[in-house]
């Protein structure tokens, strides 16, 4: 999907020397069998326009769920005008080896016609992923990183993460989040039990 961000019709001033972007998934926790949402934040020098991204997850212990959920708002209040996503969740060849099985790719440009960016040097929430953790998955900490290669099963061309701006796709830095995966705990009279952090067992991250 990277080539269709590369070649759009994007506007703006000359972009900065010393470009640097960065993609992060946010670290999230859920029970077995239930669901973990990460939040997509992206932070540029240069107003991101666009977007392409392809992720990695352990498919013996995640399935990804079937949609992307939009964040970031149009100034007119209207839709992204192109957004393409796809998650693969087979798990026939055992084992996590990359891109070949469990993963998310996908690509956005805000608009084509004009000029709409994300704010700059700023960690901008773009999107949300909903992780579905499995019944049998290990308890503790499994990983969802950025990886190029992830590739749609009706097109040639595996994606690359990529950010798009002043007409010109540049890598970005990516990091790798965690997903904690916690055991469901029952509670036992005269014993306190509790997941550190989580103090009203809700299994959510708020106030």
Not at 5 to 10: K, R
Not at 157 to 168: D, H, K, L, Q
Not at 171 to 191: E, G, H, K, N, W
Request: charge should be negative; glycine fraction near 12%.
């Amino acid at each position: 999907l990277s080539y269709a961000l590369a070649g759009s019709v994007l506007f703006g001033t000359e972009p900065p020397e010393g470009y640097q972007g960065t993609f992060r998934l946010g670290s999230a926790s859920a029970p077995r069998g239930g669901e973990a949402r990460l939040p997509f934040f992206i932070n540029s020098n240069a107003g991101t326009q666009g977007f392409s991204f392809s992720i990695d997850f352990d498919e013996e212990a995640l399935e990804a769920g079937p949609e992307m959920e939009h964040v970031f708002a149009m100034p007119d209040g209207g839709e992204w005008r192109f957004a393409a996503y796809y998650a693969d969740n087979s798990n026939a060849t055992p084992g996590n080896g990359g891109v070949d099985e469990g993963f998310m790719l996908g690509g956005v440009i805000f608009s084509f016609t004009e000029y709409v960016a994300l704010p700059v040097d700023t960690d901008s929430e773009v999107a949300i992923f909903s992780m579905r953790v499995k019944p049998d998955a290990v308890i503790g900490a499994t990983e969802v990183r950025f990886l190029d290669g992830a590739q749609h099963p009706e097109t040639d061309n595996p994606t690359t993460n990529y950010i798009s701006r002043y007409m010109e796709g540049v890598p970005p830095d990516t990091r790798i989040t965690p997903v904690y995966v916690q055991a469901r705990l029952q509670i036992v009279p005269d014993i306190s039990i509790f997941v550190r952090g989580d103090s009203n067992g809700d299994a959510k991250v708020d106030i």
